[in-house]
């Protein structure tokens, strides 16, 4: 059992929660992720560990409430227990000094990026990040980027802050008037595949943190194989991120979907049993 | 070489059309009254063949004997010195090619149902609610880790509790078990027997730690800071193999490991009473001749398939597969498509599975090692499908091995042990599928029961002579 020592909602949809779990905590680096389980019919969902307290022992999770499990999980409170949590899982990003880096995060994505953020301002690179949402208040823990690195860049679809427009703009006029050593894209699909676009035709190394389904995170089932460079590659060890300039996101956006029906009828059955209000 | 008449059929099975649709056990067992006469049958031998044919050279004309003589738990007591799972080995081992294939009724007639006999024995104490009372000795202060809780982990943690040790599992998954809960279905191995066995293992004194994915959560090296003296690793060749062809990674293209692991842990069957789906299709095609192949396939019917092809690159001979689960799947109504070997899986245009394209093969003369090599014919077949399961095979999985530095591994990257089971790192030991290769649940506990003993004598001499220790765990970082 893991307990909840707080939780927090950070945007419309999105949640935060601080966990107890001293373990994983010593251990975690940045790009790291746990898998969870709520209770004893849940399905193991892996989150990134964004943020981790080693003197506390507690690692931050941030989600967003997409279907059953993270609606669920979206309902528990400060107190409250998650039965399992494994971790931290997956290879860390690999860390040096790279000098000018720019890490682009879509949507929720961006928070996942701050411990990257925090490990690469540690190796003394000069870090620029964009962050960018549909709206302004879509665009989670700017503060907290802001603290860290040495340039914020913000984009917004409806231009509520920040630049009006893509992050792959934002990112391209970035490329064209500095010397950027390497990039680092997580979001949505779409966007880190354009974000991969962006980037080839000016040979920057990319990488991406890819989401696929998982299962056990551990390398056992292969549920989470991704296809880089022709070779089939399972993500919870092998990654999750990858050479953006590798992957075939087509691939990855088809199995994605696969259990579109399963998780349209779960969440159905969960809203219609509590009326969206229970915990189980 | 295995001969398939050399498994038993005293057993009674349930109606193979009703099994078929659901997850309750296929084979029922012995009664009393069978088991009897079975174990009548017995010539009692003075250089039992079957003993050598055990792994673990379990006194079989002994507790046959106990048997025989209406002594069950008697009977029972003697396979536990040898086997700490007999409730399990029963029912799984390939006694074809074990006990019963040696066994020297087999010459000439029907072989004696050694694993029935052994499975009753273990059944009747559990419907009879008895548990055996063993001598623990006092504890003795030692830690020692024990990481992965398969059959392997679980005999070594056993072992060492009833020698007085301080032992903790670390176990990667939510639930305790190994293949024995993800892989093996619970129509084969109905979960309880496992649940009663993790008690047992409780009562000794056993600390169970879930959720604990020893190279990430915990390094060896941390473990042995916290004070365990000695680390047995048994984390399995949990790795599923692909084939590497097209189409592989289409959607309802699963490796039988994800597709076995959703149901057997996941209980996704129960979707969405359990939140974790899967897919459920008219048409299968299963890879592979092994267990895990009739596994998968069985289970593909038992969520409402309608026709499942077992296809396989060689023949009805060369089926690795436990004898009985070829029988039952048979029964059952799985289709064998022998010598054809997938080339390409085929999709439709969103993605999901349509068909798999196979080369039609022919076995040619055998080779040095005496195998006869399959080889294309030149023909070729397409079936379609709407759903492929591939389950060519397990190999090592890299998280603690490679958090180890320096440990020396073979092959595949499984880890180099001796015949006691210890590796070339101090203080570190190793047995079953991650040593072997993918095997069976007797070898892993016939490893496991070597590694306990040699982690005893390890950590009885580190106690005796307390400078050298100091020494030894320095090396073992
Ligand atoms: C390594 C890794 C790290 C992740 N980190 C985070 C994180 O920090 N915060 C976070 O909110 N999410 C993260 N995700 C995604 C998260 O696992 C899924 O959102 C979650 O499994 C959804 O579960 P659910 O039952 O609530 O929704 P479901 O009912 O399973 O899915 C609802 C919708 O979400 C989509 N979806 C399902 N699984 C994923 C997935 N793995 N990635 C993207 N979309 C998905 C489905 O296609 C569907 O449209 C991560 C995924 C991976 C593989
Ligand atoms: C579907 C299937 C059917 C089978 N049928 C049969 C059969 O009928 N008869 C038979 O004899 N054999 C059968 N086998 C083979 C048999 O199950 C294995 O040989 C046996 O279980 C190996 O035991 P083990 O203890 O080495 O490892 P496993 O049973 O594989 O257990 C290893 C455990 O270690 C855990 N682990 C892995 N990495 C870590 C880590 N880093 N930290 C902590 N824990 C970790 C895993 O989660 C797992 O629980 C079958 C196998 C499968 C997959
Ligand atoms: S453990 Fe397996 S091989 Fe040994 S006697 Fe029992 S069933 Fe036969
Ligand atoms: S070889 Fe067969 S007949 Fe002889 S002791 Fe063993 S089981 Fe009995
Ligand atoms: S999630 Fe199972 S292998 Fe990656």
């Not at chain 1, 802050?161 to 490329?175: F, N, Y």
Request: charged share 25%; proline share 5%; with cysteine.
């Amino acid at each position: 059992m893991y307990k909840i020592l707080h939780k927090q909602n950070v945007a419309p949809q999105v949640d935060a929660v601080i966990v107890d779990a001293p373990y994983i905590a010593t251990n975690a680096q940045a790009g790291n992720f746990v898998v969870l389980r709520l209770h004893d019919r849940g399905e193991r969902i892996p989150l990134t560990i964004a943020d981790s307290d080693r003197q506390k022992g507690t690692i931050t999770l941030l989600f967003q409430k997409i279907g059953k499990t993270t609606e669920e999980m979206g309902r528990l409170k400060a107190g409250d227990t998650i039965k399992d949590v494994a971790g931290p899982l997956g290879h860390p990003t690999p860390m040096k000094r790279y000098g000018h880096c720019v890490l682009v995060g879509g949507g929720i994505g961006s928070a996942t990026l701050f411990p990257i953020l925090k490990g690469l301002k540690e190796k003394r690179n000069k870090v620029t990040v964009i962050l960018g949402a549909r709206t302004e208040e879509l665009l989670v823990w700017k503060d907290r980027f802001k603290e860290y690195a040495n340039d914020l860049v913000l984009t917004t679809d409806d231009g509520s802050a920040g630049r009006k427009g893509l992050v792959t703009e934002a990112l391209k006029d970035l490329i064209e008037s500095s010397n950027l050593k390497i990039a680092l894209a997580v979001g949505p699909i779409r966007m880190m595949q354009a974000v991969s676009e962006v980037t080839k035709p000016y040979g920057l190394k990319t990488l991406v943190s890819l989401n696929p389904v998982m299962v056990e995170g551990t390398g056992m089932c292969g549920a989470c194989r991704v296809n880089i460079a022709g070779k089939t590659k399972f993500a919870c060890i092998e990654g999750p991120e990858f050479d953006a300039h590798e992957v075939d996101f087509q691939e990855l956006a088809n199995r994605l979907g696969f259990y579109r029906d399963e998780e349209e009828q779960a969440m159905k059955k969960y809203k219609k049993r509590c009326n969206g209000r229970c915990k189980k | 070489m295995p001969c398939p008449t050399t498994y038993n059929k005293t057993m009674r099975v349930r109606d193979p059309k009703k099994r078929a649709k659901d997850f309750k056990e296929v084979a029922l067992g012995l009664t009393a009254k069978q088991a009897i006469k079975e174990a009548q049958r017995c010539l009692q031998c003075k250089k039992p063949k079957c003993v050598e044919g055990c792994p673990v050279e379990i006194d079989i004309p002994r507790f046959i004997s106990s048997i025989r003589d209406n002594n069950f738990l008697a009977g029972l007591k003697t396979i536990r010195e040898y086997n700490l799972l007999p409730a399990i080995c029963g029912r799984v081992c390939p006694q074809e090619n074990q006990c019963q294939g040696a066994c020297i009724l087999g010459r000439k007639k029907t072989p004696i149902s050694i694993g029935a006999l052994e499975r009753f024995a273990a059944d009747y104490e559990a419907a009879i609610n008895e548990t055996e009372t063993v001598e623990i000795a006092k504890p003795n202060g030692h830690k020692v880790a024990v990481i992965g809780s398969g059959p392997a982990g679980l005999t070594v943690a056993a072992d060492l509790a009833k020698l007085g040790y301080d032992i903790t599992i670390f176990e990667a998954l939510h639930e305790p078990g190994g293949v024995l809960v993800y892989g093996i279905p619970e129509f084969r191995l109905p979960k309880k027997i496992i649940q009663r066995e993790i008690e047992y293992l409780k009562s000794l004194g056993v600390k169970i730690k879930v959720n604990w994915v020893v190279g990430k959560t915990q390094t060896v090296d941390q473990l042995f800071e916290e004070g365990y003296k000695a680390a047995f690793v048994g984390v399995g060749a949990g790795s599923p193999r692909y084939m590497n062809i097209p189409g592989e990674n289409l959607n309802n293209v699963y490796f039988a490991s994800e597709f076995l692991t959703r149901v057997n842990l996941m209980k996704a069957e129960q979707f969405p009473k359990y939140d974790t789906p899967v897919k459920r299709a008219e048409k299968v095609a299963v890879v592979g001749a092994g267990n895990v192949a009739m596994d998968a396939a069985r289970t593909a019917q038992r969520l409402g398939a309608k026709e499942v092809y077992i296809v396989y690159r060689r023949t009805e001979h060369e089926m690795p597969s436990r004898a009985e689960e070829v029988e039952h799947a048979e029964e059952e109504g799985i289709k064998f498509e022998f010598l054809s070997n997938p080339k390409e899986i085929i999709g439709d245009e969103k993605g999901y599975v349509k068909a798999i394209k196979c080369d039609k093969m022919v076995l040619c003369e055998p080779d040095a090692s005496g195998r006869r090599r399959p080889d294309c014919s030149g023909e070729e077949f397409t079936l379609d499908v709407d759903q492929v399961i591939m389950a060519i095979g397990q190999t090592s999985n890299p998280i603690l091995t490679k958090s180890i530095k320096g440990l020396k591994l073979w092959g595949a990257g499984y880890i180099e042990i001796d015949e006691n089971g210890k590796t070339n790192k101090p203080g570190i030991f190793a047995g079953g599928d991650i040593a072997t290769g993918a095997a069976t649940v007797i070898s892993a506990m016939g490893a496991g029961k070597r590694a306990a003993r040699s982690i005893n004598e390890y950590v009885m001499t580190l106690a005796k002579a307390p400078r050298q220790r100091k020494k030894s765990s320095k090396t073992a970082k």
